[in-house]
């Protein structure tokens, strides 16, 4: 199995306490059904996903599940192919993927996103933000299903289109879909055999980091720390394509959002200044930047007691100074293209 990618939970959770009320056991699965019930769908799928996250992260996925289930089962049997209770059974059947992909259950897993697939194939033709958002993140997750099979063609196409549906819903509401969009692009960064495909992929988070840009600005964080380790994870992928002097612009980028929401200079920062200093290098026109910035991260890696780090720093300048890539520029002197 392949490393599967984290699982996406792009939406803002308020729910207003019911949820520590659900987990301290002050209601009965009666009185989450008849408070569920009684909310709109944004909030009653927000509500469910912040409780199945609370479980997961307590390690209780089984309890999870069961809640699901239990409250499933009534609108299963109420018989309603429309409106809000429709609604709330798709979003219930992808929650309940997203947490058997996370316990490792990925055969019932499958079974839960067909059903969820099924659902909402019965209204294929709606546009409204309950149904996208809901299929944006089920093929998300089906996606890393694939990934996690090394099914890189089948997730090709699910992951390409559940990024461009959140990128759809995130015009309106960047604030609400922004991130997932961001966590689908870079993901789908990850799917693609295909070079060119990558390429445009990576193309893409460059555009969508600016657009999201305001994000940060307005201090939600959980955004801006999505979009870091998205910027971050595309500039390492666009070094080992050897593709150095497109790595900095998204290096300088996660440095630039990470500065807005730590204003002390961190261990993180330091780590990203290490990878940007290192891609300055491999650009002929920023290599004297790349010396200077990586210098003084030397100082800072001390002061941090960033003793790996610092061994790192001192490997990447010695390599620098020999210059052992040279030998392929000669190469390339002797055997023109």
């Not at 199945?52 to 699901?68: K, M, N, P, Q, V």
């Not at 870079?186 to 980091?209: E, F, N, P």
Request: proline content about 1%.
């Amino acid at each position: 199995m392949e490393e599967c990618p984290a699982p996406i939970f792009p939406f803002n959770t308020d729910g207003s306490g019911i949820a520590e009320e659900i987990l301290s056991e002050r209601l009965s699965l009666k009185n989450i059904r008849s408070r569920i019930a009684g909310m709109d769908f944004i909030a009653a799928y927000d509500l469910c996903r912040e409780l199945s996250d609370c479980l997961i992260s307590e390690g209780r996925e089984a309890e999870a599940i069961a809640i699901i289930n239990s409250f499933d089962a009534v609108v299963a049997r109420s018989g309603i192919v429309s409106g809000l209770i429709f609604d709330l059974r798709a979003a219930l059947l992808h929650i309940k993927t997203a947490i058997l992909i996370q316990s490792g259950d990925s055969d019932n897993a499958k079974i839960a996103a067909a059903e969820c697939l099924n659902l909402l194939a019965q209204n294929v033709k709606r546009r409204d933000e309950a149904f996208l958002s809901v299929l944006a993140a089920l093929l998300y997750d089906i996606a890393r299903l694939h990934i996690g099979e090394g099914k890189y063609r089948q997730a090709e196409r699910e992951i390409e289109k559940s990024a461009k549906i959140f990128e759809r819903l995130a015009r309106t509401k960047p604030q609400r879909y922004g991130a997932a969009h961001i966590m689908a692009v870079d993901t789908a960064t990850k799917a693609h055999l295909s070079k060119v495909k990558q390429a445009q992929m990576l193309a893409d988070l460059h555009i969508a980091s600016d657009v999201y840009m305001k994000e940060v600005n307005s201090g939600v964080e959980n955004a801006a720390a999505n979009l870091i380790d998205s910027l971050e994870s595309a500039g390492s992928t666009l070094m080992q394509m050897g593709r150095e002097r497109e790595a900095v612009q998204y290096f300088t980028r996660a440095l630039k959002y990470l500065s807005k929401i730590e204003t002390e200079f961190s261990m993180r920062q330091l780590e990203l200044s290490v990878k940007l200093g290192e891609a300055l290098l491999g650009v002929k026109s920023s290599r004297d930047k790349g010396v200077h910035l990586l210098n003084t991260m030397l100082h800072k890696a001390s002061r941090l007691n960033a003793d790996a780090l610092h061994k790192k720093i001192v490997d990447i300048l010695y390599n620098a100074k020999n210059h052992g890539s040279d030998i392929l520029g000669f190469w390339h002197k002797l055997f023109p293209r």
